[in-house]
């Protein structure tokens, strides 16, 4: 492959992989450290792209980023209330959830399943013209996806150290023990799935605006890349610093971004790549089962050999 098509398949991995990276930070919250599995994601991300469009739509790029977070916070928000409040599982309370947010969404783009920011002004079209004349333009995208994910994960990794921080770590350790250092399980799960349902939103909001639409299948399988993605980090940075561990997720969300563009670089049939995600999982969670049963398998295979000589 020449280097002329490496150069802008590297760019498109990197843009795509980055802005996915904000739903990866969000597992990285609610999955590893809050010890919850939110199966909402898919309809949370479609939620941050349908009201980031809309608003956008209306003449406001910029606002449609907040605005865009406190509907991922309010959707985190009813997620908690099922689990805390109405003792339902966490992992059926995110069905529900989800289920429940694709008629949100409908309504929120007016009864359509498409909206279209063809003529619309979004924040990558706003950063471009103000990089235009400048060697930064052709980097528009890229630019305002770091800057998102470098401010996300900063935010983050200051968050885990506070006092709050600690204690949603705690929560997802021991929350026996978190509940008798006086300290309510019950609000230290709200928040960390309101602040996790912010970021997945977010990344919603950036990939609708970069691909100048959201549809109601945005999200479709968003939540298995981003768990794949998750793993992947884990992989490599898993048993390291804080620091180090939030950089995994984002470098995971890369890696498995890099794939996808590279088989569909190498005209590997659409329809295919949810298969590829889901075999990328496999392998990510059984590596380390495999990777410590290796050496027993290499004994076993040695004695037969012994044997039948």
């Known amino acids: 492959m020449p280097l002329s098509d490496l150069l802008p398949l590297g760019q498109t991995a990197l843009e795509l992989g980055l802005i996915n990276a904000l739903v990866v930070l969000a597992l990285f919250l609610s999955y590893s450290m809050l010890n919850v599995c939110d199966l909402s994601t898919d309809g949370c991300f479609t939620l941050g792209a349908s009201v980031g469009a809309v608003v956008a739509l209306a003449g406001h790029p910029y606002l449609s980023i907040p605005c865009a977070m406190l509907a991922g916070m309010a959707s985190g928000l009813v997620v908690a209330l099922l689990q805390t409040r109405m003792g339902i ?25 498409l909206v279209s920011l063809n003529r619309a002004e979004t924040v990558f079209t706003l950063v471009r013209r103000l990089l235009e004349g400048t060697p930064l333009a052709p980097f528009s995208k890229l630019i305002v996806a770091i800057a998102a994910v470098a401010l996300v994960a900063l935010f983050l990794g200051l968050f885990l150290r506070t006092r709050l921080g600690l204690a949603i770590r705690a929560t997802g350790n021991n929350p026996d023990m978190v509940r008798s250092s006086s300290i309510n399980p019950a609000f230290t799960t709200t928040v960390g799935l309101c602040v996790a349902n912010a970021f997945t939103a977010l990344s919603g909001c950036l990939l609708a605006q970069s691909q ?98």
């Open 89 to 113: 599982n966490s992992l059926l309370a995110g069905i529900i959830v989800n289920t429940g947010l694709y008629s949100v969404n409908i309504a929120v783009m007016h009864r359509s399943s």
């Open 212 to 309: 100048k639409s959201a549809n109601i299948d945005i999200g479709s399988g968003m939540v298995t890349a981003a768990l794949a993605a998750l793993l992947i980090g884990n992989a490599f940075f898993g048993r390291k610093s804080m620091p180090w561990r939030i950089f995994g997720t984002v470098f995971g969300a890369f890696l498995f971004r890099l794939v996808y563009t590279v088989a569909l670089r190498f005209n590997v049939p659409a329809f295919m790549l949810k298969a590829i995600s889901s075999v990328i999982v496999v392998v990510a969670i059984a590596a380390p089962y495999l990777r410590q049963k290796l050496p027993l398998w290499k004994r076993r295979l040695a004695l037969r050999r012994k044997e039948g000589n």
